[in-house]
T-cell receptor, first 117, second 114 residues
């Protein structure tokens, strides 16, 4: 275990549904990340939070809405998704989001496998 | 644009064969370099990292990687693979000025035949 827990592990939803993905880290980190992993494509960074503040939104469609109530929890709220949004969604955390090298090591959860029908 | 290239999409080896997976990155400045491994159904796990110093880096499970600055490369090696090394391997880079964002390659799937 990495200390980063994602729930649910699998999710099937229709295009009109609203659902949320949850990520929790027990590492005492202050930065959290959402990534999208699609087949045959590099991991795509979606959002970054540093000390609960969103510091990066990588041109993600508004049907994905992140929430970070505290440094240990990160949510990804989903609504009116498209079939092409089906992917593995990964959460990661690091000590901080800074240029200082040692604090940049990211630890990943096992992901949520999302299927949009 | 900053990018990371992994040249091999799928590598198939027999047990005890030697492994080398290629990774090249696009930028000539200061970088932090990583290799992650993802076993089937499991989380991405850090294999090794390079920040500075000795360009030959030792990681877990007998893996090593060599940073060759002149070639913008960070290839992963293992002298003798095992069936349990079957997994997907990702090279990732933090470029100076990116505020710590990891840029990933597309990954290389390794299948080891027993």
């Amino acid at each position: 275990e990495t200390g980063v827990t994602q729930t649910p592990r699998h999710l099937v939803m229709g295009m009109t549904n609203k659902k949320s993905l949850k990520c929790e880290q027990h590492l005492g980190h202050n930065a959290m990340y959402w990534y999208k992993q699609s087949a045959k494509k590099p991991l795509e960074l979606m959002f970054v939070y540093n000390f609960k503040e969103q510091t990066e939104n990588n041109s993600v469609p508004s049907r994905f809405s992140p929430e970070c109530p505290n440094s240990s929890h990160l949510f990804l709220h989903l609504h009116t998704l498209q079939p092409e949004d089906s992917a593995l969604y990964l959460c990661a955390s690091s000590q901080e989001r800074v240029e200082v090298m040692a604090k940049n090591i990211q630890y990943f959860g096992a992901g949520t496998r999302l299927s949009v029908l | 644009a900053q990018s990371v290239s992994q040249h091999n999409h799928h590598v198939i080896l027999s047990e005890a064969a030697s492994l080398e997976l290629g990774c090249n990155y696009s930028y000539g400045g200061t970088v932090n370099l990583f290799w992650y491994v993802q076993y089937p159904g499991q989380h991405l796990q850090l294999l090794l990292k390079y920040f500075s110093g000795d360009p030959l880096v030792k990681g877990i499970k007998g893996f090593e990687a060599e940073f060759i600055k002149s070639k913008f490369s960070f290839n992963l090696r293992k002298p003798s693979v095992q069936w349990s090394d079957t997994a997907e391997y990702f090279c990732a880079v933090i470029f100076r000025g990116s505020q710590g964002n990891l840029i990933f390659g597309k990954g290389t799937k390794l299948s080891v035949k027993p």
